[in-house]
């Protein structure tokens, strides 16, 4: 019954806070915004029902939100009509307390990120710039790395061109971060948020998208490093002559290669790969070569995914020039690479002109198949008995290009740079495979400036709920 009541009193307080909140000075209503987000990030965490009420309280306690007093009256004019016997009564005095206690956390928590703006604010403009929001952040090392502020700060400073932002608009921001669904329209520039079509408090936009895409290797978690190896089940006939072509290339790569034939060894191993990425180096130019073409000649944007096409077909380099520093190739492979070059190089100039959307998702089968070969060559690794040459590479030491791209450490085995070669593998697979389809109009789906710069208010935001417990 109680639940119940509170419940009740919840979807009534809201609406009124909703109606109340719209005639307040923008800084309150910004206040207001924080408070509620709280409140259903609570209830998210399976709090109760009941914990609508801290915000009633927060009202309250917060001496600059002037619904107050109507909001506590009404709630607790209907606590006294609803619960009419002393149990009921008992269990809401103890429910009022814990709420006035979630009251002033919560009070106490929008105080310290206030605190944390105006500390921060060094030129005393009312307004929050890329290197302040730095300073905010550097506050919190346990939770923001060096690399994550130096990225966000970017994404700051280039999404808005340098200009700040006033306070309030920055505790918009945090309220629409933690909901993300709250739609807010904002002056100044509006940006249609990528996939959602909401307005971003901070109108961020995607300019920064258009050059500020890059990989940082060496940021593998264990998780990503254990490559799962999946497979997308072709829909369309251009999709299912996608996965027969990669079927057909890699039968008879296979063959001439003998890789099904005898044991695997490091010699056999170096020629496959060495040959292989030497091809494998080409769509991702190709296609940034296009785009790039395709944004000069029609004046538009490119929206991010050249520089990520760019940086696949120079992943896949690194992969090259890492292993030849294990084996000098011989004049025939030479002689291989340059014939393949031509052919294949051409080949996938033409078709990508055609058929764009069949060339990644012809990539994309071609990189699953690349996840299967370097797992093999892992596992061929790992089992290897010690007299097997193959168990060498769980120790010897990495080339030092490879050591320095991937941060490998200065002891980074072979062993490693596989497991790390594997994951970029499984990323091309995942990348080319989700653009297969996409508007050329549409952003890089991968690389969303705004929710990056979410994600980090989360984290600040919950930061602080942890910190407001202490
Ligand atoms: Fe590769
Ligand atoms: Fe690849």
């Excluded at 993300?180 to 996939?195: A, T």
Aim: net charge negative.
């Amino acid at each position: 019954m109680t639940i119940q009541c509170h419940h009740r009193i919840g979807s009534f307080a809201w609406s009124h806070l909703s109606r109340r909140a719209s005639s307040l000075p923008s800084s309150t209503k910004a206040n207001v915004g924080v408070a509620k987000q709280l409140m259903l990030c609570g209830r998210n965490r399976k709090q109760t029902y009941s914990t609508v009420m801290p915000s009633l309280m927060m009202l309250r306690a917060h001496p600059q939100l002037q619904v107050a007093t109507a909001m506590s009256s009404r709630c607790c004019d209907f606590s006294t009509k609803t619960d009419n016997n002393d149990d009921a009564v008992a269990a809401s005095d103890d429910n009022m307390k814990k709420h006035q206690q979630n009251a002033a956390e919560i009070a106490k928590i929008i105080r310290n990120i206030k605190a944390d703006l105006v500390e921060a604010d060094v030129n005393n403009d009312k307004k929050i710039d890329a290197e302040e929001l730095k300073a905010i952040l550097k506050k919190y090392p346990h939770v923001f790395k060096d690399e994550d502020i130096f990225e966000i700060g970017e994404v700051f400073y280039t999404s808005r061109g340098g200009e700040g932002v006033s306070h309030e608009r920055f505790m918009k921001a945090i309220s629409n971060a933690i909901d993300g669904k709250e739609e807010i329209d904002e002056e100044g520039v509006q940006h249609r948020r990528m996939q959602t079509g909401i307005s971003h408090p901070l109108g961020l936009g995607t300019c920064s998208t258009e050059y500020m895409y890059g990989k940082s290797r060496g940021v593998y978690s264990d998780e990503e490093l254990e490559v799962k190896l999946t497979h997308v089940e072709p829909k369309t006939m251009q999709d299912k002559m996608a996965l027969q072509a990669v079927g057909v290339v890699r039968f008879l790569f296979d063959t001439v290669s003998m890789w099904n034939h005898g044991e695997i060894t490091q010699a056999k191993v170096l020629r496959r790969v060495i040959f292989l990425e030497t091809v494998a180096g080409i769509p991702g130019f190709v296609a940034a070569m296009f785009r790039h073409f395709r944004s000069l000649r029609t004046f538009t944007r490119d929206g991010g995914m050249l520089n990520m096409f760019l940086d696949e077909a120079n992943n896949e380099r690194m992969h090259l020039l890492s292993f030849v520093r294990m084996r000098d190739p011989g004049l025939f492979m030479r002689f291989t690479v340059l014939a393949s070059q031509t052919v294949v190089g051409a080949g996938f100039m033409v078709l990508y002109a055609i058929a764009p959307d069949f060339c990644h998702r012809f990539v994309g089968y071609v990189e699953e198949e690349a996840c299967h070969t370097y797992t093999t060559i892992i596992k061929e690794i790992e089992s290897a008995q010690e007299a097997n040459p193959m168990s060498e590479w769980r120790t010897q030491l990495a080339p030092r290009i490879a050591r320095g791209y991937w941060h490998l450490g200065e002891d980074g085995t072979v062993l490693d740079m596989m497991y790390a070669i594997r994951a970029d593998e499984a990323e091309h697979r995942d990348v080319n495979h989700v653009v297969s389809g996409l508007s050329p109009d549409q952003p890089n789906p991968l690389y969303n400036p705004e929710e990056k710069f979410d994600q980090v208010l989360k984290k600040y935001v919950e930061n602080m709920l942890e910190r407001g417990k202490e």
